[in-house]
C-alpha cells in the first residue's frame, strides 16, 4: 500500500479510521468477540501474527484466501502458496478458463478446509464486518470453510455497526477504488456487505488482532 493511495482522503478521516486502537480498546473487543462464539490471538506485529496463522493451519490442508492487502503485507499469502506445506487454491484457479470451468472454479472456492482473510471493522460489540466488490470470498466466511482465519489491525475496530460501514464507504472503499483503477484500470465498489455477529461452531472462527496498521 502506498502513500499516494491516501492523497484523496481527509485527515480526520485518516486518523479516525487508520489509527491503532489503544489496549483497553483491543481487550473490550477481544472479549466480546470471545463472548460471540469467535476465538481471539493477539499478535504484537506482523511477523508474529504470521507464524501464530500458520501455526493454526495444519500441513495439507485445502487452504483459499481472496485478495487481502493484510494477506499480502504479512507474507501469508506468498507462504501458504509456495512452501509446500498445504494445497494453495488461488495457484489452480489461475490456470482454468473462467468461462468454460467457472462451475467448478466456484465449488472449489465455496468449500475449503481453511480460509484466510480479513475484515474491514470489528466492533466493540464483538461484530465482523466484511465488504466486497464480488461477494466470493462470502460464502466460505459465512459457513463454507471448515475454519475461517481473519487476520486483523487493531485500526480496524469501530464502537457500531454504524461505524462500521461509515469506515467502509469513507475510507476503505476510496483506498480500495483507488487501488484497483492503479492495479487493474477499474473502478472497485461495495457491492456487498457481510455482517458477523455470532459464530455457533465452536473454533470455527479466529480472528488474529494485529497491533501494528494492517491492510485497510
Same mark, same amino acid.
Given at each position: 500500500?502506498?502513500?499516494?493511495?491516501?492523497?484523496?482522503?481527509?485527515?480526520?478521516?485518516?486518523?479516525?479510521?487508520?489509527?491503532?486502537?489503544?489496549?483497553?480498546?483491543?481487550?473490550?473487543?477481544?472479549?466480546?468477540?470471545?463472548?460471540?462464539?469467535?476465538?481471539?490471538?493477539?499478535?504484537?506485529?506482523?511477523?508474529?501474527?504470521?507464524?501464530? *496463522?500458520?501455526?493454526?493451519?495444519?500441513?495439507?490442508?485445502?487452504?483459499?484466501?481472496?485478495?487481502?492487502?493484510?494477506?499480502?503485507?504479512?507474507?501469508?499469502?506468498?507462504?501458504?502458496?509456495?512452501?509446500?506445506?498445504?494445497?494453495?487454491?488461488?495457484?489452480?484457479?489461475?490456470?482454468?478458463?473462467?468461462?468454460?470451468?467457472?462451475?467448478?472454479?466456484?465449488?472449489?472456492?465455496?468449500?475449503?478446509?481453511?480460509?484466510?482473510?480479513?475484515?474491514?471493522? *470489528?466492533?466493540?460489540?464483538?461484530?465482523?464486518?466484511?465488504?466486497?466488490?464480488?461477494?466470493?470470498?462470502?460464502?466460505?466466511?459465512?459457513?463454507?470453510?471448515?475454519?475461517?482465519?481473519?487476520?486483523?489491525?487493531?485500526?480496524?475496530? *469501530?464502537?457500531?455497526?454504524?461505524?462500521?460501514?461509515?469506515?467502509?464507504?469513507?475510507?476503505?472503499?476510496?483506498?480500495?477504488?483507488?487501488?484497483?483503477?492503479?492495479?487493474?484500470?477499474?473502478?472497485?465498489?461495495?457491492?456487498? *456487505?457481510?455482517?458477523?455477529?455470532?459464530?455457533?461452531?465452536?473454533?470455527?472462527?479466529?480472528?488474529?488482532?494485529?497491533?501494528?496498521?494492517?491492510?485497510?
Amino acid at each position: 500500500m502506498t502513500t499516494e493511495l491516501y492523497t484523496g482522503l481527509d485527515r480526520s478521516i485518516r486518523r479516525r479510521f487508520g489509527t491503532l486502537a489503544d489496549d483497553a480498546r483491543v481487550r473490550r473487543t477481544l472479549a466480546a468477540l470471545e463472548a460471540n462464539g469467535i476465538s481471539v490471538l493477539r499478535a504484537a506485529d506482523v511477523a508474529e501474527a504470521k507464524r501464530i *496463522v500458520l501455526g493454526l493451519i495444519p500441513d495439507g490442508s485445502q487452504v483459499h484466501h481472496g485478495g487481502s492487502q493484510s494477506l499480502e503485507k504479512s507474507g501469508l499469502a506468498e507462504e501458504i502458496e509456495k512452501s509446500g506445506r498445504y494445497e494453495p487454491l488461488r495457484p489452480r484457479i489461475r490456470n482454468m478458463d473462467r468461462e468454460t470451468q467457472a462451475d467448478e472454479i466456484r465449488r472449489l472456492t465455496s468449500a475449503p478446509d481453511v480460509m484466510l482473510g480479513s475484515v474491514h471493522a *470489528v466492533t466493540e460489540g464483538g461484530s465482523l464486518l466484511t465488504a466486497s466488490f464480488s461477494g466470493s470470498q462470502l460464502g466460505p466466511y459465512v459457513s463454507g470453510a471448515g475454519r475461517l482465519i481473519l487476520v486483523v489491525g487493531t485500526q480496524k475496530i *469501530v464502537s457500531d455497526l454504524e461505524e462500521g460501514l461509515r469506515r467502509i464507504n469513507e475510507y476503505v472503499f476510496p483506498l480500495e477504488d483507488a487501488r484497483a483503477q492503479a492495479a487493474y484500470g477499474v473502478h472497485s465498489g461495495v457491492n456487498k *456487505v457481510l455482517i458477523i455477529n455470532r459464530e455457533l461452531v465452536s473454533g470455527r472462527i479466529t480472528v488474529v488482532f494485529v497491533d501494528e496498521v494492517l491492510g485497510f
